[in-house]
């Protein structure tokens, strides 16, 4: 049997596609032509992608169709004439879920980091399998573990059956879905006590104190009501030091390779788990040092005097956090923020928490905002945005020239979109200039 794909290159779809095809499934797919850094390990492993086209669909195929992508699509429409099986990414997901010791990573951020942390981790220890948004999936039969990232949109992560649901945070998002916080924090609570062995969960956040937990909880934090406990927390220009303290007593110290607090939060999450899983501490402590980030998280590349670095912060908390780690790693040089907000709901609900994070950076600039569905709201004028911030304009694919004056300085690229488009091109033209 063949399992096609709708929308392969999408980080979840990716990711799944790599996933099953390790498993022995006889799996391809299609796209948009555009290149998509997700479609690389596809290709890497000898995975079919197709341009979207009807004739790909043929009978006995079993169809999993991206999130992305509604009942018009060609193929989509194909499927259903001819009555084939139809997966949503989460339903097929989810049935994997139940056939290993299952490890869900929800959070509103901070999910990608943690599971491929975790990933790294357990895979040089006791072996496991993952599936990460940033359109990683590794897997093997032989393994009991499998490391999932579980999106809260649309309450997809209740497809899933956790032996541990960890919940790294709670914040409004997606709010052309949820109502209100609370409305959230209900998903989150019916996601938890979906776990079928422990809950993990941020005790720092304000929000996980609000859910009614069935199941056993282990929080943990920077403040001492917590089970599992960083204190000692040194942040420094090659990462953050700290020790960690298990129900008061001491665990270990760890040295970990990434920038700001979040990354440390993060940390803490996979060492819980790790604690649990009974894995060699000094082996924790090896693989939490040699862990260089998830891709599109804080990835660097150095440009001559310039540091280029490109992240999927898209919400105004992690735009301020990845901005923040910048600053620690890099206090002596000019920050530059470029960011591309996606849906017009997100751009006009946190307005302004985008511009009290867009003015921790010296220079910001504003694309206007990326839509790839509909929304029952008018647009937004980013204008509006830039007008409000204390150094901020305007840029497009047109204008990308406005950032060589910029010398000796960090170049933060962030969206969940295709700000890379414009990665390229500002390469380009560096060169360019310096030829």
């Not at 949820?178 to 929000?207: F, H, Q, R, T």
Request: glycine share 6%.
């Amino acid at each position: 049997m063949i399992y096609h794909f709708i929308g392969i290159k999408g980080t979840g779809m990716g990711a799944l596609t790599q996933f099953m095809h390790d498993l022995g499934y006889h799996v391809q797919g299609s796209d948009k032509p555009d290149h998509f850094f997700t479609e690389d390990p596809l290709r890497e492993k000898g995975i079919t992608i197709l341009n979207f086209d009807a004739d790909n669909i043929k009978e006995g195929m079993t169809i999993v169709q991206g999130n992305a992508f509604t009942d018009d699509n060609v193929e989509v429409k194909k499927a259903k004439e001819l009555h084939l099986t139809i997966y949503t990414y989460q339903e097929m997901l989810g049935s994997f879920t139940e056939k290993f010791k299952s490890i869900t990573v929800a959070g509103c951020h901070g999910k990608t980091t943690t599971s491929s942390m975790l990933a790294h981790v357990l895979d040089h220890t006791i072996g496991t399998n993952y599936l990460i948004g940033d359109g990683t999936g590794h897997s093997d039969k032989k393994n009991d573990h499998f490391i999932l990232e579980a999106c809260e949109w649309k309450r997809h992560f209740l497809a899933y059956t956790p032996t541990y649901a960890i919940i790294t945070n709670i914040e409004l998002d997606h709010i052309d879905y949820y109502k209100n916080i609370d409305d959230m924090v209900l998903a989150y609570e019916e996601y938890a006590n979906k776990a079928l062995k422990m809950v993990i969960a941020c005790g720092d956040d304000p929000y996980t104190d609000k859910i009614n937990y069935t199941k056993p909880v282990l929080f943990y934090g920077l403040e001492d009501k917590n089970d599992v406990v960083a204190k000692n927390v040194v942040f420094h220009n090659d990462g953050t030091d700290f020790d960690v303290y298990i129900h008061d007593e001491l665990f270990g110290h760890f040295n970990l390779p990434l920038f700001g607090k979040h990354m440390l939060m993060n940390s803490l999450a996979v060492i819980t788990v790790c604690y649990l899983e009974k894995i060699n501490k000094d082996d924790i402590t090896k693989y939490i040092h040699t862990f260089k980030g998830a891709k599109r998280r804080f990835k660097e590349k150095v440009l001559g005097d310039i540091i280029e670095i490109d992240d999927y912060a898209h919400h105004p908390t992690e735009v301020a956090v990845t901005i923040k780690g910048a600053r620690q790693k890099y206090p002596d040089k000019e920050l530059v923020a470029i960011l591309m907000i996606h849906t017009y709901s997100r751009a006009r609900e946190f307005e302004q928490e985008f511009i009290d994070a867009l003015n921790l950076a010296d220079k910001a600039y504003i694309t206007d905002v990326y839509m790839d569905r509909k929304e029952d709201c008018d647009p937004y004028d980013v204008h509006d945005m830039i007008k409000k911030c204390k150094n901020a304009e305007h840029i497009s694919l047109e204008t990308t020239e406005k950032l060589l004056k910029h010398k000796n300085a960090v170049m933060l690229f962030m969206s969940s979109k295709e700000i890379y488009v414009m990665e390229e091109k500002y390469e380009k033209l560096l060169h360019e200039q310096k030829n």
